[in-house]
DNA sequence: CGTCATCCTGACCAATTGGTCAAACTCTTT
DNA sequence: AAAGAGTTTGACCAATTGGTCAGGATGACG
């Protein structure tokens, strides 16, 4: 809750850090908060557990500088549907962005889930706070849309909901979906692509 | 892996065993795994920590007892997708069947997202068993609705992955839907009913 | 080269946690 | 009411886990 990672002055720093993150963020993503040990993040960091803790308070303040540093990123693709733009093709390429997010930064996503599942102890206020007031902007934006009738009449609301639950559900559910599709690096994105296109697409289009 | 659950013989084990795995359930769904702690299962089920021991052998064993009861009835919707009923009116009826469950099952929709985020380490053969074994069939059903016109032509995996998708995302990141709507109630459940009907009325209609 | 700040470690600690056990309590049955 | 199965508990244990600390190693720099 106070301070969560130091600014890295040196080139040292900067690397440990950086490592402790990049392993921290495999071992919470996977195992969830309670679920994840200092010994596993240290051991996947290649550090020692108190030399872990030389860079960081605490458990807490790794997650939480996870945290941050994701939600920064997290909003980017709703932030930049854009009202000049047609109507369908911004809605479809928000989806394509989604998609993309969860093929290139699928631990990113799984923290994020583990987070929310677990009730979002961390994260409450940044819920009912900065991401609210965004997807209440956009609503209306959509919703504007919807009025003029350049898109299908739908609940602004619902329809980002669904878009969130297709597009992450293959970083989230990503062995559930591999374990019904055939094996096969990323190869499923694109079928994913594909129908999402013409699903959106098509209960997106003006009557 | 060995025994899960006694077989109930007197009332006394009827009535802790049940409260045992209530309690387990609203615990492991919101913790997970390993966030969970056989001492807030006891408490939630009002019994001893021992006492619950002399019912399952372990933690494990009460977690595997929860997830075969849930993968039973789990795989219903999906089962009950009639060959002979009209093709988009069927899928349409199956999203809203999982989303009734999604709003009436709420935990052991998270008990089942907890397991697949943590890498499915329990439920792997059955994913790829039974699971694949239901969902492979009935895409072969639904692409040849396809195959005939009467839906669009669209994959029928990520087609059912999208309905999954859509309608546990009201139950896993509830907290975050809570966030975004207005707060009250069960209210937003007809919205997403309504929404979810319009997108896949539309998205499978034929050209 | 010496010094000072940064970096790292082994040893240690208190709390938590899954699980055991012998003894005691209670319920049913004859 | 006595036996015996079934049920419950307090005390206990070993392992794990988040975190501390004093001191040693290693760098940066004048």
């Known amino acids: 809750m106070t301070d969560t990672a130091p600014a890295p002055r040196t080139r040292i720093q900067e690397k440990n850090t950086s490592a402790i993150l990049d392993a921290a963020l495999e071992v919470f ?16 960091a290649g550090l020692s557990k108190p030399n872990l803790l030389y860079y960081f308070p605490s458990k807490e303040a790794i997650h939480v500088a996870l945290l ?14 854009d009202p000049e733009g047609d109507p369908v093709d911004e809605i ?5 962005r989604k998609l993309d997010m969860a093929r290139e930064l699928p631990r990113e996503s799984r923290l994020f889930a583990n987070e929310i599942l677990q009730g979002a102890p961390r994260i409450h206020d940044y819920i009912t706070g900065p991401l609210k007031d965004l997807v209440d902007e956009k609503a209306r934006l959509i919703q504007s849309w919807a009025t003029a009738g350049r898109i299908a009449p739908v609940d602004p609301h619902h329809l980002i ?12 559910f990503d062995v559930q979906v591999r374990g019904i ?6 190869a499923h994105f ?4 594909k129908f999402l296109q013409h699903l ?7 009557d």
Chains 1, 2 share one sequence.
């Not at 941050?68 to 549907?81: E, H, K, N």
């Not at 878009?163 to 559900?169: K, N």
């Not at 599709?181 to 990323?186: H, K, Q, T, V």
């Not at 959106?200 to 003006?206: E, I, L, N, W």
């Open 29 to 44: 993503s996977q195992a969830g908060f309670r679920g994840a040990t200092l010994d596993q993040i240290a051991k996947a």
């Open 68 to 81: 941050s540093q994701l939600l920064d990123s997290w909003l980017d693709p709703l932030r930049r549907l």
């Open 92 to 96: 479809v390429r928000y989806v394509l």
């Open 161 to 172: 909901f669904s878009i969130w639950a297709t597009t992450q559900h293959y970083a989230d």
């Open 181 to 186: 599709l055939a094996p096969g690096g990323d």
């Open 190 to 193: 694109d079928g994913a692509a």
């Open 200 to 206: 959106y697409r098509r209960g997106m289009a003006p």
